[in-house]
């Protein structure tokens, strides 16, 4: 694993928090950024790169559970750990419940806070990786034409080609064409494998 690729941003009002942290954290081999506040951190270009977030619940001004509600409605999500001094079990539930890696109250051990950060970085790698299969199997779709489309449908329906061709009204040689060269443009050898492609896409 190529930690200096990996960004861990800490997020804490109290500067002598942000250097303890900064230090701990780099101590492992992670690339560190820190910020005093919420608004700070989001005026700043995030790098691109696997990445997480430590962040405190309360800070002046827009808090750490504002900034997790941002990251929801924007759709660029980032995994987050928060950390606080104040927190109580609500909260704690909330902001798990919001997707929220781990919650951590102060004073913390750190082994638990490197695990969570562990945890978040491969959960974003995952997801970043989950996310490049799906734009390429979207890009294979786009290269299908209208016809291919609507073949593709019903064959992930479980249609023979018999079927799909009376539903189309078409000879069952032109669906077996259609066929060949849909399962060619999504790169698949099989229905199964062209089904759970599918699935993947109309999950999203």
């Known amino acids: 694993m190529n930690t200096a690729t990996e960004t861990v941003f800490v997020v804490d009002d109290d500067l002598s928090v942000r250097e303890a942290l900064s230090s701990l954290i780099r101590s492992v081999g992670f690339h560190v950024q820190t910020f005093s506040s919420a608004v700070e951190f989001l005026q700043q270009p995030r790098p691109a790169g696997v990445s997480c977030l430590v962040l405190d619940v309360r800070m002046p001004g827009l808090s750490g559970l504002d900034l997790q509600g941002e990251f929801a409605k924007s759709g660029d999500p980032i995994p987050i750990i928060f950390i606080t001094g104040h927190g109580d079990i609500p909260m704690a539930v909330r902001a798990i419940k919001a997707g929220a890696v781990e919650f951590l109250a102060k004073p913390f051990r750190d082994d638990d806070l490197l695990e969570a950060i562990r945890h978040a970085l491969e959960r974003d790698r995952a997801g970043r990786s989950e996310a490049a299969e799906l734009d390429e199997i979207r890009r294979k779709y786009a290269t ?61």
């Open 144 to 204: 299908l034409t209208g016809r291919e489309r609507e073949v593709i449908a019903l064959m992930v329906k479980g249609m023979l080609n018999k079927q799909a061709a009376a539903e189309l009204g078409v000879a069952e040689i032109t669906v077996k064409v259609h066929r060949h060269n849909i399962m060619q443009k999504m790169k698949v050898r099989s229905l199964p494998d062209l089904v759970r492609m599918m699935e993947k896409v109309n999950a999203r």
